[in-house]
């Protein structure tokens, strides 16, 4: 079993879909990062999280300590937010665990 | 700052040859990440460097793959014979853990993609 599950691993929305992405891990972690990596490749990082909830434009992210999850919510989904979603976490060490990831479409 | 610099963008390569990847950090960033992602496993860590000593290079796949980070503003991976799967994408990335940064967001730069026939 990977030590970061995420789900779904793809998803088809359509324009304007409230959309969420979950990632549950098994680690004990210090921080949790979102990633978006777009179809040309580059990988950029959303958010970085250790609790709570983070907001940036559309896009909501959320943890649970306890429960060893969480969420990346996108409001009024567009077009170009078709991407590669990937979580990843960081352990006790410097190192990312990465998730497979996941990929959306959104279709206009 | 223009963010990880990663140089090559695209190499094609026989099988056999020395490739040598290279990789700016952004300035004042104390941590250096070396990921290389592929369709079959994702992404994986490498290496990383913390003030340009390598901390743990337990990804590196084996003594044909080597890492260094000669200053704070460079470092290079290196693939000593080449073989073709090695292809995949390389990327680069860097992260500073000071207390008047944003901390610990690592920025990725935007990879080389590594084809060895």
């Known amino acids: 079993k990977n030590e970061v599950e995420q789900s779904p691993q793809n998803l088809t929305a359509q324009e304007g879909e409230f959309i969420t992405i979950n990632c549950s891990y098994s680690v004990g972690i210090s921080a949790l990062h979102w990633l978006q990596q777009h179809p040309g490749g580059g990988i950029v990082s959303l958010f970085m999280l250790s609790s709570g909830k983070k907001k940036h434009g559309r896009l909501i992210a959320t943890i649970n300590i306890q429960e060893k999850h969480s969420s990346l919510h996108i409001t009024a989904s567009h077009p170009r937010d078709s991407a590669v979603y990937i979580c990843a976490v960081r352990g006790a060490t410097n190192k990312l665990i990465f998730g497979t990831g996941t990929l959306l479409a959104v279709q206009p | 700052d223009a963010g990880v610099i990663q140089s090559p963008r695209h190499e094609v390569t026989e099988m056999g040859q020395e490739v040598t990847l290279r990789c700016k950090p952004i300035s004042g960033h104390d941590y250096l990440f070396w990921y290389r992602q592929t369709m079959m496993r994702g992404l994986e860590l490498l290496i990383y460097f913390n003030n340009n000593v390598p901390i743990d290079d337990s990804g590196m796949p084996e003594d044909r793959f080597s890492a260094k980070m000669p200053n704070a503003s460079f470092s290079t991976l290196k693939i000593q014979p080449s073989e073709p799967r090695d292809s995949a994408v390389y990327f680069c990335?860097?992260?500073?853990?000071?207390?008047?940064?944003?901390?610990?967001?690592?920025?990725f730069g935007e990879g080389s993609w590594l084809t060895v026939v």
């Open positions: 990335a860097s992260s500073s853990h000071h207390r008047s940064n944003s901390g610990n967001t690592i920025y």
